[in-house]
């Protein structure tokens, strides 16, 4: 499977912010997807992962609350709602899909990843 991110871009402290990621290829319901971002200096982090129906999502303590992973399997497109938006949360954020049945929140357990798109939250 192929996996293209894209929404990212330059935003205010308390912005909100979609992220998309498209996938083409094998059939993208069989996929358990994640979100993962990386900030420059530091390791790559989970953001969470959602299962293929879509009905379990796993999220990261630092997403939870104002992070939304969603998946539309007829678009093959899993999403990523960010709201209040801090600094912090400024990186690269990728998605992934592992070909399993349960979310996983290690990046080792994942065996596709999509190019990346940059976040940039400005206070």
């Known amino acids: 499977v192929q996996l293209q991110a894209s929404g990212g871009g330059l935003v205010q402290a308390g912005d909100s912010l979609r992220l998309s990621c498209a996938a083409s290829?094998?059939?993208?319901?069989?996929?358990?997807m994640g979100w993962f971002r990386q900030a420059p200096g530091k390791e790559r982090e989970s953001v969470g992962s959602i299962s293929r129906s879509g009905g379990s999502i796993l999220y990261a303590d630092s997403a939870k609350g104002r992070f939304t992973i969603s998946r539309d399997n007829a678009k093959n497109t899993v999403y990523l709602q960010m709201v209040s938006l801090k600094p912090e949360d400024t990186a690269v954020y990728y998605c992934a899909a592992r070909g399993s049945s349960f979310p996983r929140m290690r990046a080792i357990e994942y065996d596709y990843w999509g190019q990346g798109t940059l976040v940039t939250v400005s206070s």
């Open positions: 290829g094998r059939t993208f319901s069989s996929y358990v």
